[in-house]
């Protein structure tokens, strides 16, 4: 079992910056393809990024690749999201996600996924 808590969200102008955090229990978070989903109002959650259980493997959501960036300190069980000029479209709420599989396959959807945090609201102003 594995329990996800997001932080850093928050209200930021178009322009700015945010960090998220995605705090893990468990001994084996080394081991788990870790991911950021999101959901604004009335859409579907997307998939955002994904990082391996090796943190140089990453993928992310065309709209968000040279904006965002994913990581992970496996020391500390925790991933990362930083979130450079940030736009009033990435308003959403954001979820940390985990998948115990290694596979490529899948990664970006929702349902591959075992473990999910609470989410924590990401807002733009333009």
């Known amino acids: 079992q594995v329990q996800l808590v997001e932080s850093g969200g928050g209200l930021v102008q178009a322009g700015g910056s945010l960090r998220l955090s995605c705090a893990a229990s468990?001994?084996?978070?080394?081991?788990?393809?870790m991911g950021w989903f999101r959901q604004a109002p009335g859409k579907e959650r997307e998939f955002v990024a994904a990082i391996m259980g090796n943190p140089t493997d990453t993928y992310y959501l065309d709209s968000v690749k040279v904006r965002f960036t994913i990581s992970r300190n496996n020391a500390k069980n925790t991933m990362y999201l930083q979130m450079n000029s940030l736009k009033p479209e990435d308003t959403a709420v954001y979820y940390c996600?985990?998948?115990?599989?290694?596979?490529?396959?899948?990664?970006?959807?929702?349902?591959?996924?075992?473990?999910w945090g609470q989410g924590t609201q990401v807002t733009v102003s333009s």
């Open positions: 996600a985990a998948r115990s599989s290694p596979a490529i396959v899948g990664l970006r959807r929702d349902s591959a996924y075992d473990y």
């Open positions: 468990g001994r084996t978070f080394s081991t788990y393809t």
